[in-house]
């Protein structure tokens, strides 16, 4: 086996890949330059999400009172049919 043909074989080869990574280098830094699209949700500014964040509170504060309404009148629903309180027993 001939060393100095396989060592000039490999600066070859070296040299080749080395135009080819630049090429490429350069691609990607010509195609990152360029606009891209973004998907899914936009940003929001730190005033808008605490405006979320106060809008979602009442919410759910509205939701759990509801919720608990909607629990006790079954209770008292209970009580009147059975023609006293829902713990009496006969």
Same mark, same amino acid.
């Given at each position: 086996? =001939?060393? =100095?043909? $396989?060592?000039?074989? !490999? ?6 890949? =080395? #135009?080819?990574? %630049?090429? !490429?280098?350069? &691609? !990607?830094?010509? +195609?990152? #330059? !360029?606009? &891209?699209?973004?998907? #899914? &949700?936009? #940003? ?11 809008? +979602? ?7 759990? /009172? ?10 008292? %629903? /209970? /009580? $009147?049919? $059975? ?5 009496? $027993?006969?």
């Amino acid at each position: 086996m =001939d060393i =100095d043909k $396989t060592l000039r074989e !490999l600066h070859q080869e070296k040299k080749r890949l =080395d #135009g080819t990574i %630049a090429a !490429l280098e350069a &691609r !990607l830094k010509v +195609m990152s #330059g !360029l606009q &891209r699209h973004r998907r #899914g &949700r936009k #940003g929001m500014s730190p005033e808008q999400r605490l405006e979320v964040s106060r809008r +979602m509170q009442k919410y759910w504060e509205a939701r759990k /009172a509801s919720a608990h309404t909607l629990h006790a009148e079954p209770k008292s %629903a /209970a /009580a $009147t049919a $059975t023609g006293g309180s829902p713990s009496a $027993t006969s």
